[in-house]
């Protein structure tokens, strides 16, 4: 049963106007470039009456994502009284992959994360749109606008070859990103260590907050990079849209999607880097693109 008729799951004309609208999304991440609202993390607002705390506005914000995208496929497949389980292998791997990096970022990430800043409620909605409408495009691509036999892959130019390439970069960025997330919720574990025994020492008398204990990052990647979980998350969703080939077009919209939200907070956190720790120490690191900028 569909949520919105002819919307949610989209019908083809309908999808094709998503995606259309979803490919200027650029646009959008690139007013970051103006504005200098952030809403979240370094840039959350201390005391504000739309901020959410800030786990539960990440779970709550990327939850969307691969739930409309299972919905989807099943919508769609079952709209042409077939299943999930009737397409192709490769159209489940590239639907498993899209949730197993979604079970990490939207369920796991915000619970292992020692503290996260509050987020603004506009941040959440943004959020939570962009996961509604990315789980959409990539969900009616798997289930029905995109190759949904052998045949059709075969025709799309299907390689084995470019697929196993596409799933190494996909597992690789995954991994990149999930130990650069790791080494940041290190500093403040290490942090609440530190307190910890502070307060041991003093009889436990005294403590201090770990929420918005921020270091300069230097173990791992962040030796070399100061933002290697984003560089990496773009390695990851490459390699999904080569694995799915030049013509999976929601994929290369994700991608370049994320590229235009990602990159101007990156830029705006080497700045806040330098005024904090000193141009000279930060300014030894490349901000995201190694070897580049
Ligand atoms: N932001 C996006 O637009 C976006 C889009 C797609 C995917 N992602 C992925 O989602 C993950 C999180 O993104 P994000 O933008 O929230 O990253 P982030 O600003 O680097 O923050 C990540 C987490 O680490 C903490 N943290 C950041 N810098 C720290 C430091 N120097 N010392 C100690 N703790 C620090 C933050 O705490 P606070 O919350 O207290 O600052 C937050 O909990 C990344 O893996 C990213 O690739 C982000």
């Excluded at 083809?12 to 998503?18: K, M, S």
Aim: proline content about 5%; some cysteine.
């Amino acid at each position: 049963m569909a949520i919105v008729q002819n919307w949610l799951p989209p019908s083809e004309d309908n999808y094709n106007f998503i995606m259309f609208w979803w490919s200027l999304f650029p646009l959008f991440g690139s007013l970051q470039w103006v504005v200098s609202f952030d809403g979240m993390g370094k840039g959350s607002i201390a005391k504000s009456m739309f901020n959410i705390p800030g786990k539960l506005a990440w779970l709550t914000m990327e939850v969307p994502g691969a739930t409309v995208l299972l919905y989807t496929i099943r919508a769609l497949t079952a709209a042409r009284g077939a299943s999930p389980e009737d397409l192709p292998w490769q159209n489940k791997v590239l639907a498993g992959l899209f949730v197993t990096h979604y079970a990490y970022r939207a369920i796991i990430y915000p619970l292992v994360a020692p503290s996260m800043s509050d987020i603004h409620v506009f941040v959440w909605l943004s959020a939570a749109s962009f996961q509604v409408c990315n789980g959409t495009c990539i969900g009616a691509w798997l289930a029905a606008y995109g190759p949904t036999t052998q045949a059709e892959w075969a025709a799309s130019g299907f390689s084995t070859a470019r697929f196993a390439a596409g799933l190494l970069l996909f597992s690789a960025g995954l991994a990149a990103n999930y130990f650069s997330d790791e080494e940041l919720r290190e500093i403040r574990r290490s942090e609440q260590r530190r307190q910890e025994r502070l307060k041991k020492s003093q009889g436990g008398k005294g403590g201090g907050t770990i929420h918005r204990h921020y270091e300069l990052p230097n173990n791992g990647l962040f030796r070399y990079i100061l933002y290697p979980h984003y560089f990496f998350e773009w390695v990851e969703w490459l390699g999904y849209w080569v694995a799915g080939g030049f013509a999976f077009a929601p994929a290369r919209a994700f991608l370049l999607n994320e590229i235009f939200s990602m990159l101007p907070r990156a830029v705006k956190g080497g700045e806040w880097y330098r005024q904090k720790f000193g141009a000279e120490k930060v300014n030894k690191k490349w901000i995201i693109i190694p070897g580049i900028y």
